[in-house]
Nanobody, 124 residues
């Protein structure tokens, strides 16, 4: 079992930055991959970024590449999403998720555990 709790969301203006955190508990954090997803009202949940167990391999959605950075600190059981140059289109509820499989996935249905989400709102 894995429990995930996100924090760090809020209201910012376009061009500003936010850093999301996701604290994990339960199963040993370094044994599973982590991902960030987001869901805007009326839209399907979409992949944002993912990182492997070791933190070495990372993958990003094209829409956030160059602006967002995913990282993890296995000693603190925490994964981060640094979001720079935010745009109104980034407005959504952001979720972290744990994937117990060895491959790095972008499909949300392949993730095993989810946090409750944190709201990010970017005003123009």
């Amino acid at each position: 079992q894995v429990q995930l709790v996100e924090s760090g969301g809020g209201l910012v203006q376009a061009g500003e930055s936010l850093r999301l955190s996701c604290l994990a508990s339960g199963r040993t954090f370094s044994t599973y991959n982590m991902g960030w997803f987001r869901q805007a009202p009326g839209k399907e949940r979409e992949f944002v970024a993912a990182v492997t167990q070791s933190g070495i391999r990372k993958y990003y959605a094209d829409s956030v590449k160059g602006r967002f950075t995913i990282s993890r600190d296995n000693a603190k059981s925490t994964v981060y999403l640094q979001m720079n140059s935010l745009k109104p289109d980034d407005t959504a509820v952001y979720y972290c998720a744990a994937d117990l499989a060895s491959a790095l996935h972008v499909e949300y249905w392949k993730y095993d555990y989810w946090g409750q989400g944190t709201q990010v709102t970017v005003s123009s």
